[in-house]
């Protein structure tokens, strides 16, 4: 199963310099790496980064990734948190997420 995590542009380039991230400000504060499902990724967009402009949206495959736990969150659903820093050969793709007329453009997920 793939997951998503959204970066802002500049822990994307981050993440492709260093080879790994301990995450955005709010995975640091939070101690883990916080990431979406397809089912809620496009509201975590809407709720955290509404009018950013420079996100890319990265997908890491779930399976046989450690240590990950699906934690209860946001209205009970379960979210998928990485207590590890995520390496940049977890990602599977990454794909640019272009702000238009204040809404996320989602490429097709699976």
Known sequence: MLIYKIFRAPEWADLQANGQTDGAPIDLADGYIHFSTAETVA??????????????????????????????????????????????????WHKALPLVDGVHQFPALA
């Open 43 to 92: 509201k975590t967009a809407a709720m955290y980064f509404a009018d950013a402009d420079d996100l890319v949206l990265v997908a890491v495959q779930s399976d046989g990734l450690a240590p990950v736990k699906w934690e209860e969150a946001r209205g009970g659903q379960l979210f998928p948190h990485l207590y590890r820093a995520l390496r940049l050969d977890d990602v599977v």
